[in-house]
C-alpha cells in the first residue's frame, strides 16, 4: 500500500495534483495533504475529492489517474 498527497496549490489549469510518496515532482511539504495509503491512485482521487472537486494524478507517478 502506497502512501498518497494531494498538492493544496492549484495546478494552472485549476486541478489539485495527486502524487504517490516518493515521487520527483512532490510539491513542498508545507503544500501537501496527506490522503493516506491505498492500493491504487484510483481510490487516493476519490479521497482528494472530498476535499477538492477537481483533482488529477500526476503524470509521473500516476500515470493511470493522469487525464490532463
Given at each position: 500500500?502506497?502512501?498518497?498527497?494531494?498538492?493544496?496549490?492549484q495546478q494552472t489549469?485549476?486541478?489539485?495534483?495527486?502524487?504517490?510518496?516518493?515521487?520527483?515532482?512532490?510539491?513542498?511539504?508545507?503544500?501537501?495533504?496527506?490522503?493516506?495509503?491505498?492500493?491504487?491512485?484510483?481510490?487516493?482521487?476519490?479521497?482528494?475529492?472530498?476535499?477538492?472537486?477537481?483533482?488529477?494524478?500526476?503524470?509521473?507517478?500516476?500515470p493511470d489517474c493522469?487525464?490532463?
Open positions: 500500500m502506497a502512501q498518497f498527497y494531494v498538492n493544496q496549490n489549469g485549476g486541478e489539485h495534483e495527486v502524487h504517490v510518496e516518493g515521487c520527483d515532482f512532490m510539491p513542498f511539504e508545507q503544500n501537501l495533504l496527506e490522503l493516506g495509503g491505498h492500493d491504487d491512485c484510483a481510490n487516493a482521487l476519490e479521497v482528494a475529492r472530498n476535499t477538492y472537486e477537481d483533482v488529477n494524478g500526476c503524470k509521473h507517478c500516476c493522469h487525464t490532463k
